[in-house]
């Protein structure tokens, strides 16, 4: 773990422009890409059940990262948030607070993740985890292998991996890097 967090955009920046908090979640976004050079991004699926307005703001925000993914080449992964849940405590019903005690317990930390977004994000990145672990030992195939390399950061080309959405599966050779933002 090299870095976690939750961003809070103030009220006053809300209310500047509509998409000023989304502009902001870009910007964040763009700078820990450059700063961590990750191969993956885990994200958890937009949950449905929802209040309609609730779902619309975060599928707008889900929106963002895949841009600012697809502009850096790096692969995103949905994991549906039972399974993040089930991936990290056993179960698929935890609550906020089950989940930061047990990503502290898991990651030997020694202070509770605040806030708990933060820790669901970190979670997220332990499910990715835990499935790449998996498809490596079982010799799973890499839903990957016929992703071109991304380009060079900074560079116009558009010859990077496919601008799509992986459900699950693994990243490119070695250890992954993952960014994990809620």
């Not at 090299?2 to 979640?25: I, P, S, T």
């Not at 609730?54 to 992964?77: C, D, H, K, W």
């Not at 080309?157 to 490119?172: K, V």
């Amino acid at each position: 773990m090299l870095h976690y967090g939750a961003l809070k955009v103030a009220a006053k920046r809300q209310k500047e422009c509509a998409g000023a908090a989304l502009q902001d979640v870009h910007a964040l976004l763009c700078r820990l890409i450059e700063e961590f050079s990750p191969d993956a991004m885990a994200l958890e699926s937009v949950f449905t059940a929802l209040n309609m307005g609730t779902a619309l703001r975060l599928a707008e925000v889900r929106g963002v990262i895949l841009l600012a993914a697809a502009q850096n080449g790096v692969l995103v992964y949905s994991y549906a948030p039972r399974e993040v849940k089930a991936s990290v405590t056993g179960h698929g019903h935890a609550d906020k607070r089950q989940m930061q005690l047990m990503i502290r317990a898991l990651r030997s930390m020694r202070e509770t993740p605040e806030p708990s977004d933060a820790a669901d994000a970190l979670a997220v990145a332990l499910c990715h985890l835990q499935a790449e672990q998996v498809r490596r030992r079982f010799a799973l195939p890499d839903l990957n292998s016929s992703a071109k390399p991304r380009a060079p950061r900074g560079t116009a080309d558009s010859s990077g991996p496919p601008n799509e959405i992986r459900h699950g599966g693994a990243t490119r050779g070695g250890l992954p890097r993952i960014v994990s933002m809620r």
